[in-house]
């Protein structure tokens, strides 16, 4: 039996889901819905959907859709989510889940009250990369993991659209790019209990509109306002003295760059750009290089694994595993980090 799927929010993201499900067998696209319905209907017919709408309380209501991928900008996560919950639809909602820890709380407790299946879309998770890093670690391979250092930086690449607006957004590099490779370092450590945050952020850069001769990925609105941050750095405390430090940029005079490394008392590992393990033998430094068919992360097979994993969770065979939970814990270490970077102090997680 196929999961009836509708996409609510249909932006340059909302493609990847759309063209995931589209080839899953498991699922079945039955509606797609954006308050521009332009492109809704634009969206329907390019990816065969017949049921086109602007409205998602006609989503919600439907009782021929199961569950949900919500694509909405940053703010209107939660509310969406929630409602779509209490409706009585499984959600995958894309990162991060909130921009503030009373809409986390209130999602757990949606969750909690209503036993539908919330999935936060880290898809970074699901690449082969981090699949084959998570099985060794598992295997104590790398032991305890100590630190861990995340860095996605790039020269100009505010997108612009909603990402430049931070009453959409919540927040600039850090909320939309530090989100994800925060989350992996953090799952890859074995997701410890935050503890305090230090953290930076610059905007003197802007959206670097007067750069020319360069192609740059754009948001679906061709809108330029930018009133988030250009650079972000941190470093986050965990229960027991590990550390993760991570930078993140829209705007930065640097080399593009991505890096994801864990360190371990046995081991460690350099997940992006490419995967590769470090440790010792016989006395002897071994940098080892699994043979798989993308090192770094591979965006199709990342998101394929992504929503497939999602509609089992939807069939019931296995449990959410990018919970609630584990998003009010996010919530809580961008929120920490950015109330640091406004203190200019180091802030305490509490809970």
């Known amino acids: 039996m196929t999961t009836r799927i509708a996409v609510i929010g249909l932006g340059s993201i909302a493609v990847e889901h759309l063209k995931a499900y589209q080839l899953n ?20 017919e390019q990816f065969g959907v017949a049921r086109v709408t602007g409205s998602a309380e006609e989503i919600f209501s439907d009782p021929d859709v199961d569950a949900v991928s919500v694509c909405v900008p940053n703010t209107l996560h939660a509310p969406i989510a929630e409602a779509a919950l ?35 879309g880290y898809v970074r ?17 790398f032991g305890d993991i100590y630190a861990a250092r995340a860095t996605l930086l790039r020269t100009a690449g505010n997108p612009g659209g909603w990402f ?19 989350d992996l370092c953090w799952y890859l450590m074995g997701m410890p209990k935050a503890v305090s945050a230090s953290g930076a952020t610059f905007a003197p850069l802007g959206a670097r509109d007067n750069i020319q001769n360069l192609t740059r990925y754009k948001a679906a609105s061709a809108a330029r306002p930018n009133t988030v941050e ?7 405390r965990f229960e027991g003295g590990a550390v993760l430090d991570v930078a993140t940029s829209f ?13 371990g008392d046995k081991g460690g590992a350099e997940i992006e750009p ?16 699994p043979q798989i068919d993308s090192l770094g992360f591979d965006f199709r097979i990342g998101f394929a694994n992504q929503i497939d994993h999602f509609l089992r969770i939807c069939r019931g065979e296995i449990p959410a595993d990018a919970t609630a939970e584990q998003g009010l ?6 929120t920490a980090i950015y109330e640091s970077a406004k203190s200019g102090a180091e802030v305490a997680i509490t809970r």
């Open 86 to 120: 209490r409706a009585g639809k499984d959600v995958l909602v894309e990162k991060p889940m909130t921009v503030t820890v009373p809409e986390a709380e209130a999602l757990v407790k949606a969750v909690e009250e209503t036993g539908k299946a919330l999935q936060i």
């Open 329 to 334: 814990e996010m919530a809580r270490m961008l």
């Open 251 to 263: 705007s930065l005079h640097a080399r593009n760059e991505i890096s994801v490394r864990i360190h």
């Open 164 to 182: 430049g607006d931070v009453e959409l957004s919540g927040g600039g590099p850090l909320i939309d790019l530090g989100v994800h490779i925060i």
């Open 125 to 141: 998770r699901y690449a082969p990369n981090a699949l084959v890093t998570k099985r060794f670690l598992d295997a104590g391979e």
């Open 25 to 44: 067998p498991q699922a079945e696209l039955v509606a797609v819905c954006d308050v521009d319905l332009e492109r809704a209907k634009a969206r329907g």
């Open 230 to 236: 250009d650079f972000a750095t941190a470093q986050i």
């Open 274 to 289: 490419e995967l590769l393990m470090i440790t010792e033998r016989h006395d002897t430094l071994l940098h080892v290089q």
